[in-house]
């Protein structure tokens, strides 16, 4: 059974920065693509940034230079470093595998505000 758990938001003021976290469990994560997602309110989900296996990396047009993903195999974990935040920015923040997200792997997601 999969487990995608998501952490670090908050709330931050615009111009600051967030790290978030995802930690795997069970048949997952090695050898699968990850991807932050976003949803914010009214809106559909979105993807942020992706990451291969291999550490090869994909960014949204409107995060890029902003946001840098990562990942630690060993720890089954997945990173989303976000700095210079802005308000638009504000949304739910969620893992899942890339390019095709799994249905029943999301989790919760992590909130995140930017104020303004």
């Known amino acids: 059974q999969v487990q995608l758990v998501e952490s670090g938001g908050g709330l931050v003021q615009a111009g600051g920065s967030l790290k978030l976290s995802c930690a795997a469990s069970?048949?997952?994560?090695?050898?699968?693509?990850m991807g932050w997602y976003r949803q914010a309110p009214g809106k559909q989900r979105e993807l942020v940034a992706a990451?291969?296996?291999?550490?090869?990396?994909h960014y949204a047009d409107s995060v890029k230079g902003r946001f840098a993903i990562s990942r630690d195999n060993a720890k089954k974990t997945v990173y989303l470093r976000m700095n210079s935040l802005k308000p638009e920015d504000t949304a739910v923040y969620y893992c899942?595998?890339?390019?095709?997200?799994?249905?029943?792997?999301w989790g919760q997601g992590t909130q995140v505000t930017v104020s303004s």
């Open positions: 899942n595998t890339w390019p095709v997200p799994v249905a029943n792997y």
């Open positions: 069970g048949s997952i994560f090695r050898f699968d693509a």
């Open positions: 990451i291969a296996s291999g550490g090869n990396t």
